[in-house]
């Protein structure tokens, strides 16, 4: 039987190469997001992930190749042909970025209303007496608070809903930015590191978030991780890159095994390393869950 991914992808990579002047950042890569999967795109630092993200969000434009959304009423978008605010408004990508990108000055709940001026722009007509005087941009302003208040809830963090974003302490930032790419309506929803920085605790917070937009809210999402625990906790799917090239795709389970994965990280040879792999993923995620939480905090 034919993967999820394979079956009924939400996005296709088909043959993407990047190049930087003489440096090739991705490699003709191709695959495939399933449409209520979780993926990870994972690979040692400089692998290529980032750029992969930048590809798709249309901040760059790759040097080959097509990438292509597909809606679940037979509409693609082929988005190297599309502007970064098209891609997110029409074909329905969100992303998040390594570094938190708040509006630290605005409360919490504004920073989720802000997230949905799209909608609330096209009620107004566009134009400052929409704004002003008309019911339909009352009606949208009303179901975009009630929107903020669902994953405000879903997140938490409905008690802190008028405080100012940057008092919160980073893992509830790093959910709060979720809730606000969330609360585009997203079919596609792209983490760059969500765990990077997160205590334990924090940690298995953000996988009980991201397995419950899976099945609540029915939409793919892709992450880029380098925390393992969470990689082979939550996803149905693994894309392995290394050099700009895709060294593994499939299951948690097949990748953490595969040779070419583990050479690529550890740099052993290929006979050594499915034992070494399985050794260091038990001894990883024994580490996490017996780790002290860290001190929580802005940053
Ligand atoms: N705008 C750019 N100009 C030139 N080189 C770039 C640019 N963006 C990325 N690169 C290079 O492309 C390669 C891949 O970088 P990228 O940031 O995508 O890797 P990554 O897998 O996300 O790494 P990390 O895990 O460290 O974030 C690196 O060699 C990087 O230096």
């Given at each position: 039987?034919?993967?999820t991914?394979?079956?009924?992808?939400?996005?296709?990579?088909?043959?993407?190469t990047?190049?930087?002047?003489?440096?090739?950042?991705i490699?003709?890569?191709?695959?495939?997001?399933?449409?209520?999967?979780?993926?990870?795109?994972?690979?040692?630092?400089?692998?290529?992930?980032?750029?992969?993200?930048?590809?798709?969000?249309?901040?760059?434009?790759?040097?080959?190749?097509?990438?292509?959304?597909r809606?679940?009423?037979?509409?693609?978008?082929?988005?190297?042909?599309?502007?970064d605010?098209?891609?997110?408004?029409f074909?329905?990508?969100?992303?998040?970025?390594?570094?938190?990108?708040?509006f630290?000055?605005?409360?919490?709940?504004?920073?989720?209303?802000?997230?949905?001026?799209?909608?609330?722009?096209?009620?107004s007509?566009?134009?400052?007496a929409?704004?002003?005087g008309?019911?339909?941009y009352?009606?949208?302003?009303?179901?975009?608070?009630?929107?903020?208040?669902?994953?405000?809830?879903k997140?938490?963090?409905?008690?802190?809903?008028?405080?100012?974003?940057?008092?919160?302490p980073?893992?509830?930032?790093?959910?709060?930015?979720?809730?606000?790419a969330?609360?585009?309506?997203?079919?596609?929803?792209?983490?760059?590191e969500p765990?990077?920085?997160?205590?334990?605790?924090?940690?298995?917070?953000?996988?009980?978030?991201?397995?419950?937009?899976?099945?609540?809210?029915?939409i793919?999402?892709?992450?880029i991780?380098?925390d393992?625990?969470?990689?082979?906790e939550?996803?149905?799917?693994?894309?392995?890159?290394?050099?700009?090239?895709?060294?593994?795709?499939?299951?948690?389970?097949?990748v953490?095994?595969?040779?070419?994965?583990?050479?690529a990280?550890?740099?052993v040879d290929?006979?050594?390393?499915?034992?070494?792999?399985?050794?260091?993923?038990?001894?990883?995620i024994?580490?996490?869950?017996?780790e002290?939480?860290?001190q929580?905090?802005?940053?």
């Amino acid at each position: 039987m034919a993967n999820t991914w394979q079956a009924d992808p939400v996005l296709s990579v088909e043959h993407i190469t990047m190049r930087f002047g003489g440096l090739v950042a991705i490699d003709d890569l191709s695959f495939n997001v399933g449409r209520h999967d979780i993926t990870a795109l994972i690979g040692p630092n400089g692998a290529g992930k980032t750029t992969v993200f930048n590809c798709l969000t249309g901040f760059y434009k790759p040097t080959e190749g097509m990438i292509v959304m597909r809606h679940e009423d037979g509409k693609n978008f082929i988005l190297e042909r599309m502007d970064d605010f098209r891609i997110s408004q029409f074909a329905k990508v969100a992303r998040t970025f390594q570094n938190i990108r708040l509006f630290a000055g605005m409360t919490v709940l504004e920073n989720l209303v802000v997230a949905q001026h799209n909608t609330l722009m096209k009620a107004s007509g566009y134009t400052v007496a929409g704004i002003l005087g008309s019911r339909s941009y009352k009606r949208a302003e009303k179901a975009a608070v009630e929107k903020a208040t669902y994953w405000l809830e879903k997140i938490h963090l409905i008690d802190r809903a008028d405080d100012p974003a940057g008092d919160l302490p980073y893992g509830a930032q790093r959910r709060l930015e979720i809730a606000r790419a969330m609360c585009t309506e997203p079919k596609l929803l792209c983490l760059d590191e969500p765990a990077a920085g997160l205590n334990p605790r924090e940690s298995d917070d953000l996988n009980k978030l991201l397995l419950s937009i899976r099945q609540d809210e029915g939409i793919g999402i892709l992450l880029i991780e380098h925390d393992m625990k969470v990689v082979m906790e939550i996803s149905d799917h693994v894309v392995v890159l290394d050099y700009g090239q895709k060294i593994a795709d499939g299951t948690p389970a097949e990748v953490k095994i595969d040779p070419a994965v583990i050479r690529a990280y550890l740099g052993v040879d290929e006979e050594e390393a499915p034992p070494i792999a399985e050794k260091l993923i038990t001894e990883a995620i024994a580490r996490a869950e017996n780790e002290p939480p860290a001190q929580q905090g802005g940053r």
